[in-house]
């Protein structure tokens, strides 16, 4: 990484202990979507303290913080604040014990498994930076504290809710986020960066009758087996080898007991495209797979397809890109990279949607170098560097906080600088 020559970084090492406290209280205290009060009012008193015109509640429990330092572009940076119901295995001494209660009335653990305690501290240091040296810029810096982002339904809910009429217009919103690389490491991508999601409940109907005697029967145990062997063809048989998506079976279930032939079997599924080509195609071919195989195994009434949960593909606008892409080279040396295609998927492209305004996505490394460097050497990586929704995933706190708020703080900069 060079030197910290910017002003507004210069401030970067003197709010480091205090960014490292605030992370490691928002990872012992996680909270699911739309359920991120304590999170949000963390982030709501931090930007009020800092002087930022502060909206609380939008979309249930988002924030929303305005710095307007003169004349010049706006620019939005956006993080998601929920966790997940994971219990956690890190090990760390700020490790999450919390759980919540489920709508049917279990008690569910929950964990910062995707590392959005990291997104929101880093967000929290650029807006602390960027109001402590207001006489090196000139524009509007707007925090945008996004929930429930792991459910696809929380950019819906803050839009819906008036985000458009409650922000400035942005320039340009930028968001990131850690995965899976050496801490220190940033990454940029121009064009599609992560897959679309859609994910399906099929319900396949059979008719029941006794084990003993299947000639009775619609078996459709037997109908959802043949099911899911057959998706597994559309991404190696229907799409060009330079397409990439994927087709994942999460869930089959049917029958409660060994000796009943089930009158129906429902079956679970996630799809990853990056295109709205690729994204039909795959769609429209389960559904023919799934009413072909039903057809062809005399099912008494035709399946149901539900499609459960959506994600847009995140594709970066080239021009930001290009921007951001070049301060993160002039800043981080040679940790700045192009980044591969991901296969998660999120839904922050909405807002800037929704404001007819481009976008840049981008990633940064949370993992031990020392850790990382091993296991690539070994060849290990996948083996042994726990990934994203891991109940192992603890990104190491330092330099992926710094790097976080450098990310933010640098692409920020490369509009409002001056």
């Not at 880093?122 to 459910?151: H, Y």
């Not at 087709?247 to 029958?255: E, K, N, Q, R, W």
Request: hydrophobic content about 40%.
């Amino acid at each position: 990484m060079t030197d910290r020559a910017h002003p507004v970084l210069a401030g970067l090492d003197r709010i480091g202990s205090d960014l490292e406290g605030i992370y490691k209280d928002l990872h012992r205290h996680p909270e699911l979507g739309l359920r991120e009060h304590r999170t949000a009012k963390k982030a709501a008193d931090a930007l009020r303290n800092l002087g930022y015109e502060v909206t609380e509640g939008i979309g249930g429990t988002g924030v929303i913080g305005t710095l307007v330092n003169g004349e010049g572009p706006v620019v939005m940076a956006r993080a998601d604040m929920d966790a997940l119901p994971v219990r956690e295995q890190t090990g760390l001494p700020y490790a999450s014990t919390a759980t919540v209660t489920g709508e049917d009335g279990t008690e569910r653990p929950v964990m910062h498994a995707c590392g959005h305690d990291v997104h929101v501290t880093c967000l929290i240091g650029c807006a602390r930076l960027m109001a402590q040296a207001k006489d090196a810029w000139r524009g509007t810096f707007v925090a945008l504290f996004q929930p429930s982002e792991e459910n696809g339904d929380g950019a819906d809910a803050v839009i819906d809710d008036g985000l458009t009429s409650k922000a400035p217009r942005p320039d340009v919103v930028l968001a990131q986020h850690v995965l899976p690389y050496p801490a220190g490491y940033v990454g940029t991508r121009s064009g599609p960066f992560l897959s679309a999601a859609d994910s399906l409940r099929i319900t396949v109907y059979g008719r029941g009758a006794h084990g003993s005697m299947p000639q009775a029967a619609v078996d459709p145990v037997v109908m959802a087996a043949m099911i899911v062997v057959r998706l597994q063809t559309i991404v190696s048989r229907e799409l060009a080898a330079t397409t990439p998506a994927v087709v994942t079976v999460g869930s089959v279930h049917a029958g409660t007991g060994p000796n009943v032939i089930p009158d129906r079997a429902v079956i679970q599924l996630n799809v990853r495209t990056y295109d709205d080509a690729s994204r039909t195609h795959v769609l429209n071919a389960i559904e023919r797979i799934v009413e072909a195989e039903s057809q062809a195994s005399r099912s008494p009434r035709p399946p149901e397809i539900e499609k459960t949960v959506t994600f847009p593909p995140t594709v970066n606008d080239e021009a930001p890109t290009r921007r951001v892409a070049e301060a993160f080279a002039a800043h981080f040396g040679d940790d700045a990279h192009t980044i591969d295609l991901q296969t998660a998927s999120e839904d922050m492209s909405e807002i800037p949607k929704a404001f007819g305004a481009p976008f840049t996505y981008w990633g940064i490394g949370g993992i031990d170098p020392g850790l990382y460097a091993e296991a690539a050497r070994n060849g290990t990586v996948a083996q042994d560097i726990p990934v994203n929704h891991s109940p192992a995933f603890a990104p190491v706190v330092q330099p992926t906080l710094n790097t976080g708020v450098s990310a933010l703080t640098v692409a920020a900069l490369a509009w409002l600088g001056r």
